[in-house]
């Protein structure tokens, strides 16, 4: 599930590649009105998660190409971003600073 709550992007359940179009839809939707987003609630993900991440950023009114904060993502997420070497393009850099 996603919803926005007030500025934050707030996703749940599971991002994985069965649910990927669905919430990429449904985030794109929502995004430009996001300050950033919150995976707390997301208790399952696999790669797809990552490329869905990414079609919000490129989507967000952000300014000067930063990318929007990701809060509460699990470690998994993290690491594929680590791995995929993406972290700072998708909002799960330590450092990304909220918008």
Do not use: H, Q
């Not at 609630?41 to 696999?46: F, L």
């Amino acid at each position: 599930m996603i919803a926005l709550d007030k500025d934050v992007l707030k996703v749940t359940g599971t991002m994985r590649l069965p649910e990927a179009v669905a919430l990429r839809d449904a985030g794109l939707a929502l995004i430009a009105s996001a300050k950033s987003i919150d995976l707390s609630g997301v208790r399952d993900v696999d790669s797809s998660a990552l490329a869905v991440l990414l079609a919000w950023e490129r989507a967000s009114d952000g300014g000067a190409g930063e990318p929007l904060a990701v809060t509460g993502a699990p470690e998994g997420l993290r690491s594929l971003a680590r791995l995929y070497e993406v972290s700072s393009f998708c909002g799960l850099n330590a450092e990304a600073p909220a918008r």
